[in-house]
């Protein structure tokens, strides 16, 4: 596609059960990174994925967050026993590499926003 | 580790009217990148503009022009001819120049334009 897709646009689930949620890279994007939006606030960086390996994935907040990439596509970041603090919009962003060149511009997705009951 | 402040929660400006959006920073890098990036009510991030930390010139997009202080580590975003459309929140970011990929971001700033 010509973007950074995310599903589901929306997710609503009960406190303890777990959630998928899904990132597509523009295609050729090496570099993969997944925020959390909290209401109100900026982005909290989670992890990045170079290819399908994670160098970095010092923002997740807890071993309930786990994330996975297949090769240079799809990303699958996954909460286990969710909990209301999970409420947020989770955003997934791509680049064509992570490079120190400006040109290597992270293109965010439309976000899923995740809501925790 | 980096911060990054946004000390204004709210902006309102006047359709036509030119507004400016603050921002700090707090880094001991001598080379990063800084951002502003729009978010509508769709959710969509889109970059503003941008600023490598080794040019001294200001950068400028059509009407989104910045100030960059690298000594104060201010970089300030002006909105010119201020249109309907750029109603949004704005976000500033950071980044290193090398060797962490992942953007810091402030709390943002609410920009209203009054018709």
């Known amino acids: 596609g010509a973007g950074v897709s995310q599903s589901p646009s929306n997710k609503v689930t009960e406190k303890g059960k777990d959630v998928e949620l899904r990132c597509d890279p523009i295609?050729?994007?090496?570099?993969l990174y997944w925020y959390r939006q909290r209401l109100g606030q900026g982005l909290e960086f989670l992890i990045y994925?170079?290819?399908?390996?994670?160098?970095?994935k010092s923002g997740l907040p807890s071993d309930r967050f786990s994330a996975e990439r297949t090769g240079e596509s799809v990303s699958t970041l996954t909460i286990q026993r969710t909990q209301q603090e999970d409420s947020a919009v989770y955003l997934c962003a791509s680049s064509r590499a992570p490079g120190t060149g400006v040109g290597n511009e992270q293109f965010f997705g439309p976000g899923t926003r995740l809501t925790v009951l | 580790a980096q911060t990054v402040t946004q000390s204004q929660p709210e902006m309102s400006v006047q359709e036509a009217e030119t507004v400016t959006l603050s921002c700090t920073y707090d880094?001991?890098?001598?080379?990063?990148?800084l951002f502003w990036y729009k978010q509508p009510p769709s959710r969509q991030m889109i970059l503003v503009i941008r600023q490598e930390a080794y040019k001294q010139q200001n950068a400028t997009e059509n009407r989104f022009s910045v100030n960059f202080q690298k000594a104060a580590k201010s970089f300030s975003l002006k909105i010119s001819d201020s249109q309907l459309g750029d109603a949004a929140m704005y976000f500033c970011?950071?980044?290193?120049?090398?060797?962490?990929?992942?953007?810091?971001f402030g709390a943002g700033t609410t920009v209203t334009v009054r018709a």
């Open positions: 994925f170079q290819g399908n390996s994670a160098p970095d």
């Open positions: 970011a950071y980044r290193k120049a090398r060797g962490d990929y992942k953007l810091s």
């Open positions: 295609s050729g994007h090496t570099a």
């Open positions: 880094t001991s890098e001598s080379d990063y990148y």
